[in-house]
């Protein structure tokens, strides 16, 4: 009962009450940058300090776009009343990632840059999904980030009387696994771009697996934008996988 007199987290500007999310979602973005400027002191990048600026701004409008298509296809019905208010509020971190990743595809096509920019990027990603899920969590069934009834020792009430997969909680212990799996990569001798990758590989397959415990709607053939996304993220990097299998394989 505690819990559930504590969901969503709120706090009162005059009169007013507002989700901490969005505090969180603010801290997220500029840890994330402070992150990025601090790793990236460490590396001797190829790529200049013009295109690295060129290639965030096709992160951010990728993701901004991505974030919100994928997000209205979670909920096909919505697509009959679509308005802009509804497109822009509505926003996942899979559609940002998938959105991001095309979005810095095209600008470096545009600016000429065929050198892989993402790895540099991995921590700063994973800390600021981490700052970001905890403002989701303090949301509770706000935040449609909760997942189906349940069972098991792990179920929560987030608010609405019911115990719930907390799948906010389950993404920060994962993300977290990813942070220590990472910095032991790295003084490991890898290709160029092959940390971003294997982080998208690792992020979507989660997102894959968990979404079937959550309450999702389906697009086609019973999954979901979410579950599709992931699927083409796994077709993209069809090369990568069988490398990595490979390898891993002739290691054994």
Known sequence: MLL????????????????????????????????YYFYKKGIKDPISDENRLWIMLGAML?????????????????????????????????????????????????????????DVYVIPILVALIIGRIGCFSMGIDEPTYGIPTHFFTGMDLGDGILRHPIMLYEMVYLVLLIFLFNGLKNKTLINGDRFKLFMMLYFLFRFWVEFIKPYHSLFLNLSSIHWSALFIFIYYYRFIIRISKQILHKQ
Do not use: C, D, W
């Not at 007199?5 to 940058?33: K, M, R």
């Not at 990632?97 to 920019?117: P, Q, T």
């Open 4 to 35: 559930k007199s504590l969901f969503p987290f709120q706090f009162e500007f005059f009169g007013n009450l507002y989700h901490y999310h969005y505090i969180f979602e603010t801290l997220a973005f500029i840890i994330g940058v402070r992150l």
């Open 62 to 118: 990728g993701a901004l776009i991505g974030s919100r298509v994928i997000a209205v296809l979670e909920t096909p019905e919505v697509l009959r009343h679509l308005s802009f208010s509804v497109l822009y509020q509505s926003k996942t971190i899979v559609g940002g990632l998938l959105g991001g990743l095309f979005g810095v595809e095209l600008m470096k096509k545009i600016i000429g840059v065929n050198i892989a920019s993402g």
